[in-house]
């Protein structure tokens, strides 16, 4: 069983831009967002995906990679101002994510407070947290019927994860941000044991080449010595969370190294990064085997101290000793990160370092550019004169590694992604794999078309027995959350826990016929009807196994069989068969006037006047008709081939051109040393096998009737009792020519041989 769904991928922020990752995921009537972040250079309405383009009350999930502000921070107003809750969507984060996402939410609800455009209230985002289902890593969840993730380690921050979706067994990989470098207190970034169809994954830094780790560390510790070595002050704009935390590491381990740096204090300068800490210590069991040795001082190292709480300090710093600070925001957009710039950037000898991504309209990127000066918060133009060096890494290593189908680049600027997606698909091309790299704008709907097998299991009583190559199985097809078995109907409530259940339809019919002239029409057209009396002792005859045409009274007949497809059908040529009795020429014929001749009681076309030796008759017509005359030879005949075993029972011999078939006649096999003969034979045998056997032989009914559960018996004899139980009609087989019960003489079967050979 072939299909062909689509897969359909919408992305309502981050496509072409970096910022607000929202990433919408169709397939067969299911809706998954991955993602709901908002855009960190914009505010209010602006900054948040293009939500109004989703029906949200349709998701069924929605799946939060971690808890940066541009991955997670729209969640509150999508949950608490959309109908989202109309439906019967869920979210889910993991557990570090959640604890994590609550501190950062409440620390931009209250930078975001004091503006007129504020997204939510501190309530809307109690709310919100209140709906967050936390999960584990490598954790199967299943959301609804045929519907399922796994979150997987992404590196990157405290709790990151990429999700392998699987919906209706199309499987997807949505990464998030990721780092698949192991630094100081995470682990890298998994690859998924199982390959997906479709990768959505970030391209932030395009196609810019890897630098290592320890070469990356060297540059960033030389730069910040150099700075205090020329009595400047170094500030490093970071995120609360995340990057801090490593960037800490980094300079307690160079700080141990290095004693003329013991009087040189760092600086932390957020509130929330307090708070957080004791979320670290929590989950450090989800850091790497570096971090975990370290215990209980892992995360708060000794050189390391959080700035004084009094007012002005800022400028108590500024015009200290050389120091350190690690600042919130990263972007510099506002908070101490903006504030020390402010007062830090007139000065050359103080350094800023840039150590992560910048988003396009935040300052941290109009920095990177080096301007003269800059615009600060109160308007006023201030020189720059700090020096600003930067960071970045890779990802095209880990999308060869993840091998999909389809990749769908997300979360990177135009040219940066377009460059990526270049070096990508030449370096496919240049290996000869067919994999389609896509890079949508937002709002752009991108359509993926899978054709896939679908497989059915077959268990229970189908199971038994070994099946091979060629085999046909016929049993009842079970499809439940997208999966398919195939099992036998007495099967049904012992595996799928359902029963099933038998319609008995009946028809009476009026009709002023005997009995045996009814019975004598059936023959004629099935070649044969099962007689006997019914449980309720009602005359009974059996059609093709299947209908029962019961004498109910004097002129009354009752049709009664099981309903199913085919008994159906049978049922109504039984009708029409019956109702067209008393109009027939041959019941006039035979009931029309009295005459002292007997008729025969079966009809002509009924089996048991056919006698094997006609049946044989017949089938050489059918031959000699295709291939001209054909021999019969029998197991005393004078045989060319002595040797020849199958010569020992009855057979015909087809000769066309050098080449001959044999027809065993017992077993209605055909043997030939010409393959193209052979098959051509065996056509011909089975179309002539077909034609002059009656309906009934040929036909065998879908369910069972004969046996226990029949009812028919045959008629009591005048021996029986009244208490004494009438036989019961055996299940009727159906003979192939096979001359198991030919009773024919030898002078019948010589009769025939003179009139083919």
Not at 82 to 94: E, H, L, P, Q, S
């Amino acid at each position: 069983m072939a299909d062909s769904p689509t897969l359909s991928v919408t992305l309502l922020g981050a496509g072409q831009e970096v910022g607000r990752s929202c990433c919408v995921l169709q397939y067969r009537g299911r809706t998954i967002v991955c993602d709901a972040g908002v855009h960190p250079a914009h505010s209010g309405i602006a900054s948040l995906p293009f939500i109004d383009e989703l029906d949200w009350s349709t998701v069924d999930a929605i799946l939060i990679t971690h808890f940066h502000l541009d991955h997670a921070a729209a969640l509150t107003y999508i949950t608490e101002k959309t109908n989202f809750r109309d439906g019967k969507g869920k979210v889910y984060m993991t557990h570090p994510t959640k604890a994590m996402h609550k501190f950062m939410m409440q620390d931009y609800v209250r930078m975001g407070s004091s503006s007129s455009d504020a997204l939510f209230t501190p309530l809307d985002m109690t709310m919100s947290l209140a709906a967050i289902i936390p999960i584990s890593v490598h954790q199967l969840i299943t959301i609804c019927p045929g519907v399922s993730f796994t979150p997987y380690h992404a590196g990157h921050v405290l709790g990151a994860c990429m999700f392998l979706i699987d919906i209706a067994g199309l499987k997807i990989l949505y990464t998030g941000d990721y780092s698949r470098e192991e630094d100081r207190h995470l682990v890298k970034a998994e690859l998924p044991p199982i390959r997906p169809d479709v990768l959505i994954v970030e391209s932030t830094y395009g196609v810019q080449s890897l630098e290592g780790r320890e070469e990356k560390e060297l540059r960033f510790t030389s730069l910040v010595h150099s700075i205090i070595r020329r009595g400047g002050h170094v500030l490093l704009p970071t995120f609360a969370l995340g990057r801090a935390q490593e960037l800490l590491l980094i300079l307690e381990e160079y700080w141990k190294k290095h004693p003329d740096l013991h009087n040189v204090p760092i600086y932390y300068a957020s509130g929330l990064a307090r708070k957080c800490m004791a979320v670290y210590q929590t989950y450090i069991h989800t850091m790497n085997s570096n971090i975990r040795s370290r215990l209980p001082s892992a995360t708060t190292p000794s050189h390391i101290s959080n700035v004084p709480q009094a007012r002005g300090w800022e400028k108590k710093i500024a015009e200290g000793p050389p120091c350190v600070v690690l600042a919130s925001p990263g972007f510099m957009q506002v908070g101490p990160s903006r504030e020390l710039f402010e007062l830090w950037a007139p000065d050359s000898r103080n350094g800023l370092i840039i150590t992560g991504y910048s988003v396009e309209g935040t300052l941290a990127r109009d920095i990177m550019t080096e301007p003269e000066d800059f615009v600060s918060l109160k308007g006023v133009t201030i020189p720059r004169k700090i020096s600003c060096p930067v960071d970045y890494s890779q990802n095209s290593e880990f999308i060869e590694l993840v091998k999909a189908q389809h990749v769908v680049l997300v979360h990177g600027e135009q040219t940066a992604m377009g460059r990526l997606r270049a070096a990508m698909t030449s370096r496919y091309k240049e290996r000869d794999e067919d994999v389609k790299i896509h890079t949508p704008r937002n709002l752009e709907t991108l359509n993926l078309s899978f054709r896939g097998e679908r497989v059915a299991k077959a268990i229970g009583t189908l199971a038994d027995k070994p099946v091979q190559t060629g085999d046909l199985l016929s049993g009842l097809l079970v499809a439940k959350d997208y999966s398919y078995t195939l099992l036998d109907p007495r099967d049904l409530r012992d595996f799928a826990g359902l029963s099933t259940c038998t319609v008995t339809q009946r028809q009476k019919i009026i009709l002023g016929v005997k009995w045996e002239l009814v019975r004598w029409h059936l023959e004629g057209m099935y070649g044969s009807v099962e007689e006997g009396l019914d449980k309720d002792g009602f005359p009974t005859m059996r059609v093709m196994g299947a209908i029962d045409v019961k004498q109910t009274g004097e002129h009354e007949l009752t049709l009664e069989w099981d309903s199913s497809a085919s008994n159906d059908m049978i049922a109504d040529s039984t009708l029409a068969l019956i109702t067209g009795i008393d109009k027939s020429p041959a019941s006039v014929k035979l009931t029309s006037h009295q005459h002292t001749h007997s008729h025969s009681d079966a009809h002509p076309h009924a089996d048991s006047n056919t006698s094997d030796v006609m049946r044989i008759q017949r089938l050489a017509m059918f031959f000699e008709a295709h291939f001209g005359e054909v021999e019969l030879h029998m197991p005393d005949a004078d045989v060319p081939d002595a040797e020849d075993h199958s010569t020992d029972e009855p057979s015909f011999l087809v000769r066309l051109d050098e080449a001959d078939a044999r027809i065993n006649l017992l077993s209605l096999t055909v043997t030939s040393s010409n393959e193209v003969l052979k098959k051509r034979v065996e056509a011909v045998l089975d179309m002539a096998v077909t034609t002059v056997s009656s309906l009934t032989e040929s036909f065998v009914s879908g369910v069972p009737l004969s046996g226990d559960d029949s009812g028919l018996m045959k008629k009591a004899a005048s021996s029986e009792g009244p208490n004494e139980k009438p036989n019961e009609i055996p299940s009727r087989e159906v003979q192939p020519l096979d001359g198991s019960h030919q009773e024919e003489s030898d002078s019948d079967i010589e009769a025939l041989l003179e009139v083919h050979t």
